[in-house]
Nanobody, 124 residues
Framework: QEQLTESGGGSVQAGGSLKLSCAHTEYHYRNNYMAWFRQSPGKEREGVAA????????WYKESLKDRFTISLDKAKNILYLQMDNLKPEDTDMYYC?????????????????WGQGTQVTVSS
């Protein structure tokens, strides 16, 4: 059973940076994709960035690709999301996810395993 544990969230002023981490227990090659999603209360969960677990392909929400970077440390089984030049609209709960099948990398339906989330708050 895959377990995902996010960390690294917090409060930061606009223009600042945060780096989220997601530790996962299963050997990564069993997952086709790993990804970060975010969600605000009353809104749908949206895909932020995804990475192919055994390759180098990455996908980003178009509006975030210049500020966010996803990476995977395969030796440590840790997924990262580097977030730079943060804006108040980036305030959300951020979730780590892992898939077991192929699908659209930034669609939540592709993912089976989810973490509990880590809160990111950006003040103006």
């Amino acid at each position: 059973q895959e377990q995902l544990t996010e960390s690294g969230g917090g409060s930061v002023q606009a223009g600042g940076s945060l780096k989220l981490s997601c530790a996962h227990t299963e050997y990564h090659y069993r997952n086709n994709y790993m990804a970060w999603f975010r969600q605000s209360p009353g809104k749908e969960r949206e895909g932020v960035a995804a990475i192919y677990a055994i390759g180098v392909s990455r996908w980003y929400k178009e509006s975030l690709k210049d500020r966010f970077t996803i990476s995977l440390d395969k030796a440590k089984n840790i997924l990262y999301l580097q977030m730079d030049n943060l804006k108040p609209e980036d305030t959300d709960m951020y979730y780590c996810a892992a898939s077991v099948a192929f699908g659209a990398p930034l669609e939540s339906a592709t993912y089976y395993y989810w973490g509990q989330g880590t809160q990111v708050t950006v003040s103006s």
